[in-house]
């Protein structure tokens, strides 16, 4: 059973919709990430938020924005996706990593993105 | 720049069989070392971790020994299920960022 819960599992859109992803942990975690999970390629880390602030954005196109509420809560908003954009979108947790970065990402399981 | 590489899939093994799935890893600092698995359906779970050279990560028959020397990370286990059958990913973090391999996808048949 994960601490980290990602709604929804599945989401089917067409290039002009606009929708959202969420995220949300129940770990006490000040760390959130997106992740990218497309077949046969590495995980590639989208946009990090450490204590409600985003730290990292890894040349995100604008068509994603990330926006964080607060440390339990992470959304995705997608607008004007492309057919690449097509992944599973996966949403980590930790706590803020020290030196040597000994803390453990938990990840929910994911939202299945396919865009018409 | 920091990465790991980890051997290519798929691995098919026989019940009981002894794995071994190889990762490497190269970074500028002293990073900490991670092993996920992946099941259908579902995201990466935490198998087990090792935050110094030469710690031993261990969790559910899986062992994995973080080696400086040779910068490796080799995940092990004795005699795999069939419920083992899975993706793994090797990790590090050096505290910036987390750098996850490819993937190695297993399968253990009856």
């Known amino acids: 059973e994960t601490g980290v819960t990602q709604t929804p599992r599945h989401l089917v859109m067409g290039m002009t919709n606009k929708k959202s992803l969420k995220c949300e942990q129940h770990?006490?975690?000040?760390?959130m990430y997106w992740y990218k999970q497309s077949a046969k390629k590495p995980l590639e880390l989208m946009f990090v938020y450490n204590f409600k602030e985003q730290t990292e954005n890894n040349s995100v196109p604008s068509r994603f924005s990330p926006e964080c509420p607060n440390s339990s809560h992470l959304f995705l908003h997608l607008h004007t996706l492309q057919p690449e954009d097509s992944a599973l979108y996966l949403c980590?947790?930790?706590?803020?990593?020290?030196?040597?970065?000994?803390?453990?990402?938990?990840f929910g399981d994911g939202t299945r993105l396919s865009i018409l | 720049g920091d990465s790991v590489t980890q051997m290519e899939g798929p691995v098919t093994l026989s019940e009981e069989a002894f794995l071994t799935i190889n990762c490497t890893y190269t970074?500028?600092?002293?990073?900490?070392l991670f092993w996920y698995v992946q099941y259908p359906g579902e995201g990466l779970q935490l198998l087990l971790k090792a935050t110094k050279a030469d710690d031993k990560g261990s969790n559910k028959g899986f062992e994995a020994t973080y080696r400086k020397e040779t910068t490796s990370f080799h995940l092990e286990k004795g005699s795999v299920q069939v419920s083992d059958s899975a993706v793994y990913f090797c990790a590090l973090s050096t505290g910036n960022q987390f750098y996850f391999g490819t993937g190695t996808s297993l399968t253990v048949i009856p």
């Open positions: 970074a500028t600092g002293y990073p900490s």
């Open positions: 980590a947790s930790s706590q803020a990593q020290g030196a040597g970065g000994n803390q453990p990402q938990h």
């Open positions: 770990l006490g975690h000040n760390a």
